[in-house]
């Protein structure tokens, strides 16, 4: 399916600001790409699609996954603010026939990152956090890491996520950890 075929799809599937969010990551996902010398049409087709099913019901989603054969963890099951990612990454697979998977992994793991994290899956982490229209405090900080590292960029954004979560008394992810300790465990050596 070509690009614009996906951005149609998403147009249909999202309200306004959530569209233009979409629309902003796939943009910063092939700028990312060009910079990092990943694929480009990748880059944007997984942009364009990692919040597919961010706006459907929680039971829609709940129900993709589980038809899926999915079991949710622990944390998962009592952060619904997760489930998008898993179920879009089903979503796209069993309603668009996207087979490429690294393109699924990368809507799979746009929130919580993992362990062995490809260079596509980096690259839509990072652009979910670094597009235009993002205003959080210490947005240009990342954008600036973002060019020069990705690694230095996840770093930052995981201290950053994990103090939110703490702070909150919101569980992290394991996966979220697992990621966090190979990048730091690979970046030094």
Do not use: C
């Not at 942009?47 to 993709?64: A, M, Y």
């Not at 079991?71 to 998962?76: A, C, K, R, S, T």
């Not at 697979?93 to 393109?103: E, F, K, N, S, Y």
Request: proline fraction near 2%; charge should be negative.
């Amino acid at each position: 399916m070509e690009q614009r075929s996906y951005s149609e799809i998403v147009r249909d599937l999202m309200g306004d600001y959530r569209y233009e969010h979409s629309v902003n990551v796939a943009a910063e996902a092939v700028e990312l790409a060009r910079l990092y010398g990943e694929n480009e049409e990748k880059a944007y087709t997984a942009g364009i699609l990692h919040d597919i099913t961010k706006e459907f019901p929680k039971e829609e989603q709940l129900r993709i996954i589980t038809d899926f054969g999915i079991i949710l963890d622990d944390v998962q099951q009592k952060a619904p603010k997760l489930w998008h990612s898993i179920s879009g990454s089903v979503y796209i697979q069993t309603a668009l026939d996207v087979t490429d998977g690294d393109i699924v992994n990368a809507v799979r793991y746009h929130t919580t990152g993992r362990a062995n994290m490809s260079l596509l899956e980096k690259i839509i982490y990072i652009a979910d956090y670094t597009a235009q229209g993002r205003t959080y405090n210490g947005v240009e900080i990342m954008r600036e890491k973002s060019r020069s590292s990705l690694e230095d960029a996840m770093i930052f954004s995981f201290q950053f996520t994990f103090q939110k979560l703490s702070s909150e008394g919101i569980a992290i992810h394991p996966d979220e950890l697992f990621a966090y300790n190979d990048i730091v465990l690979n970046k030094r050596g």
